[in-house]
Structure formats: C-alpha cells, structure tokens
C-alpha cells in the first residue's frame, strides 16, 4: 500500500485518478493547486506525485522546480492535456519520471504507478 498526492484544478480528473488508485489499494490524497500540495507534501510522506501540468495561478512546473529545490526524492508524474515532445522534455529535465496524457486511461495510470512505485 502507497501513499499517493494527485494535484489537479480540475475535480472531475482528480476525483477520477484518486478512485483508480484506490480500487489497487493505495491510500490517496488529493490538492486542488500547488499551494495545497506542497502544504500536503509539507507535512506527509507520498510514495508518489501525480501532478497536472496547467493549473491556474502556479503550475505543475512551478510545483516540481519547488520540490527540487528542496531537494525531495517523492517521484513524480505529470499529467497534461498538452503534453508534446517539448513538454515532455521539460518536465523530465527537472525530474518528473513521464508524462501521462489526458484523457488518462485506467490502465496507463495504473501500470505506470506500479512502475513507479513497485506495486
């Protein structure tokens, strides 16, 4: 069992990935925006980060380059409607493991998590 934050503005998307990731047993938070994360990371141990790419105000980049910064070791996937060559490269360039394209499918997300996380 993992401990796993989705950051997402939208609810929809976030509601989707938390009941995914808990039907395969893992114990799931979520955060509506990077302050809200990085409150949650602030004080929680998370096995992983599944964080959107564009969110109003600070994005997910501004998320991960906070989390660098800082030097954390929580590994990270980011999610993005749209996710292309450049964005890719961004995202990993400051750590981020991949990039999951919306709409995101069961499976993907569930694969790639194990991947992640061992489970």
């Given at each position: 069992?993992s401990n796993?934050?989705?950051?997402?503005?939208?609810?929809?998307?976030?509601?989707?990935?938390?009941?995914?990731?808990?039907?395969?047993?893992?114990?799931?938070?979520?955060?509506?925006?990077?302050d809200k994360?990085?409150?949650?990371?602030?004080?929680?141990?998370?096995?992983?980060?599944?964080?959107?790419?564009?969110?109003?105000?600070?994005?997910?980049?501004?998320?991960?380059?906070?989390?660098?910064?800082?030097?954390?070791?929580?590994?990270?996937?980011?999610?993005?409607?749209?996710?292309?060559?450049?964005?890719?490269?961004?995202?990993?360039?400051?750590?981020?493991?991949?990039?999951?394209?919306?709409?995101?499918?069961?499976?993907?997300?569930?694969?790639?998590?194990?991947?992640?996380?061992?489970?």
């Amino acid at each position: 069992m993992s401990n796993i934050l989705i950051a997402d503005d939208d609810k929809t998307c976030r509601d989707s990935i938390k009941k995914v990731l808990e039907r395969e047993g893992h114990i799931v938070e979520t955060a509506e925006n990077v302050d809200k994360a990085l409150e949650a990371l602030g004080t929680s141990h998370f096995d992983l980060l599944v964080c959107d790419y564009r969110m109003p105000g600070k994005t997910g980049i501004d998320l991960l380059t906070e989390l660098r910064r800082k030097e954390s070791i929580t590994p990270v996937l980011m999610i993005s409607a749209y996710a292309d060559a450049s964005v890719e490269s961004a995202v990993r360039q400051l750590g981020a493991l991949d990039v999951l394209r919306k709409p995101i499918r069961r499976q993907e997300l569930i694969d790639r998590t194990a991947k992640v996380i061992g489970g």
